[in-house]
């Protein structure tokens, strides 16, 4: 007889061949080719070869792509800041897939011991990792942006940091599903500027914008919250590691930039809470909860926050 936790056991065994070289090698393609396009990107923009199309295609998945990673991997799977109604759950899982940053449940996995060992030893990407020196934090530095993932060091185990989604069977199915939903998320954007446009031109200028342009923004932008956020910014709030707000990702991170306040209360929903910090992540939760599709929404408590505030904030 088949148990409930089959669907847990089965992704389990996925994740137990993310090293493979076949896993590997698509890490290493979704991470570098993208971010080899930017060069090209501004010379090609500079030239006239990108239309409204292209950055239709372009801003749309990459919203797309941000939500399914802050509201959706980040913090509804990862953190609980909220409960999500099936629909909802589904469409973040999905929405988060389509980044190209991994399966859910090793996101997730991942990120909770990110915050357990948080800057200390353990932290599968803590810019602080060989120590404090010039040399030290930029190799530090270059680890935790991408090298951590290029070199799959110190990545979580599942069964232990996720189990409640490794149970989930939505969550499993969509895991398993990873390498689909890259696909899509690869050639979509092709499909669509091709019809468009109704030509291979069409084609070609939403694959490049809307795929590797929009892929390579996403990932050094997320990428940057574990790098540049653990190495600079503001610090309003007592955390016990190195995490900063860095204002000028605020937009395009939708707030995940608001990093230091995130670290001193992970929990909380919102993580840009003092006046003037936009926190779009926080408004799609607000927006949610609205329609009733977000429910137990942990937004700031005030009293709680008064307490963290720092002696110099």
């Not at 802050?70 to 109604?85: Q, V």
């Not at 190799?139 to 991408?146: C, L, Q």
């Not at 000028?248 to 608001?258: K, N, P, T, V």
């Amino acid at each position: 007889m088949a148990s409930a936790a089959d669907p847990g056991d089965s992704a389990a065994s996925e994740f137990q061949a993310v090293g493979g070289r076949l896993e590997r090698g698509l890490i290493w393609v979704f991470i570098v080719v993208p971010t080899l396009a930017l060069l090209p990107a501004m010379y090609f923009a500079w030239g006239g070869w990108i239309g409204w199309h292209d950055l239709l295609l372009l801003v749309v998945f990459y919203v797309i792509t941000t939500t399914g990673i802050g509201t959706g991997y980040h913090r509804c799977f990862t953190h609980g800041s909220f409960k999500s109604k099936r629909g909802l759950k589904i469409a973040l899982a999905i929405a988060g897939s389509l980044a190209l940053e991994g399966p859910v449940i090793r996101w997730v996995a991942d990120h909770r011991k990110h915050h357990k060992f948080s800057d200390r030893e353990g932290d599968p990407h803590s810019p602080w990792r060989y120590g404090t020196t010039a040399w030290a934090v930029t190799k530090g530095f270059v680890f935790a942006h991408a090298g951590w993932v290029l070199w799959g060091v110190d990545r979580a185990e599942p069964r232990h940091y996720a189990p409640d989604l490794l149970r989930d069977r939505d969550m499993a199915a969509i895991s398993r599903h990873f390498r689909s939903l890259a696909a899509v998320s690869l050639l979509a954007p092709a499909l669509i500027g091709g019809l468009l446009d109704r030509s291979w031109h069409g084609a070609a200028t939403g694959f490049f914008w809307g795929t590797l342009v929009r892929v390579a923004l996403m990932h050094h932008v997320t990428f940057s919250i574990n790098s540049i956020c653990h190495v600079t910014g503001k610090k309003p709030f007592e955390a016990r590691d190195r995490s900063g707000n860095v204002w000028w990702l605020a937009i395009l991170s939708q707030g995940e930039s608001w990093h230091n306040l995130h670290h001193a209360d992970p929990t909380c929903a919102r993580h840009g809470v003092l006046k003037g910090q936009i926190d779009i992540n926080a408004w799609i939760i607000r927006r949610s909860e609205q329609l009733g599709w977000a429910y137990d929404v942990k937004w700031p408590d005030q009293d709680r926050l008064g307490k963290k505030r720092t002696a110099t904030a």
